[in-house]
């Protein structure tokens, strides 16, 4: 089992941005959904974005239009570019594959905890500061 490595995360104040990066060796490919979920405090974890190979792109309503997931084939790595930060997005993001997938679930695991991922990235803390 390959590892998902994630770089990036850190701390801001709101308005800034962060790219967060979830290196994968062999998930980036083959039909594999790449998402990035987080989980605040006291909070359940929650899907943000989520990409599949083909270029199909979903994001969950609370960050649509500010964050941006995208697929670099040659570096094997997905990026989270996160804009226009609020402090409600302070959580700890993570990275997650899942593969033999269909693209309906893929996109509707925006909206999920994450259920049915095989692989995990360690965390990275985003803190936004008002």
């Known amino acids: 089992q390959e590892p998902l490595v994630v770089s990036g995360g850190g701390s801001v104040q709101a308005g800034g941005s962060l790219t967060l990066s979830c290196s994968a060796s062999?998930?980036?490919?083959?039909?594999?959904?790449m998402s990035w979920f987080r989980q605040a405090p006291g909070k359940e974890r929650e899907g943000g974005a989520a990409i599949i190979g083909g270029g199909g792109t979903y994001y969950a309503d609370s960050v649509k239009g500010r964050f941006t997931i995208s697929l670099d084939n040659a570096k094997n790595t997905v990026f989270l570019q996160m804009n226009s930060l609020k402090p409600d997005d302070t959580a700890m993001y993570y990275c997650?594959?899942?593969?033999?997938?269909?693209?309906?679930?893929?996109?509707?695991?925006?909206?999920?905890?994450?259920?049915?991922?095989?692989?995990w990235g360690q965390g990275t803390q985003v803190t936004v500061s008002s």
């Open positions: 997650a594959a899942a593969g033999a997938v269909s693209v309906s679930f893929c996109r509707r695991s925006v909206d999920g905890q994450g259920y049915g991922y095989n692989y």
């Open positions: 062999r998930y980036a490919y083959n039909g594999y959904c």
